[in-house]
Nanobody
């Protein structure tokens, strides 16, 4: 199995930056698709960004141009650089790992989340 631990959350003012990290256990990190999701109070959990095992990325429209997802396979880490933060970015951010064996056959692993607060 895969264990995920997020870190880097905190309180920032609008316009400032924050860098989140997701540390994964195990020896298969390089084969995982890593993604970030977030959930604000009273709202559903939503997709933020994803990076595949070969480095392809995609982002939610709300964060395009401001957030950058990356990975460091040597350190078993997925990173989310968040720039120009807005109050609407405030949420608990969750890391998700996906292991896809074949089309229609995948395993999902979630971290416990890290709080990001954006307020003046």
């Amino acid at each position: 199995q895969v264990q995920l631990v997020e870190s880097g959350g905190g309180l920032v003012q609008p316009g400032e930056s924050l860098r989140l990290s997701c540390a994964a256990s195990g020896s298969i990190f390089r084969f995982l698709t890593m993604a970030w999701y977030r959930q604000a109070p009273g709202k559903e959990r939503e997709f933020v960004a994803v990076i595949t095992s070969i480095g392809s990325t995609d982002y939610a429209d709300s964060v395009k141009g401001r957030f950058t997802i990356s990975r460091d396979n040597a350190k078993n880490q997925a990173l989310l650089q968040m720039n120009s933060l807005k109050p609407e970015d405030a949420a608990v951010y969750y890391c998700r790992a996906t292991f896809t064996r074949a089309v229609g056959s995948a395993s999902y692993y979630w971290g416990q989340g890290t709080q990001v607060t954006v307020s003046s």
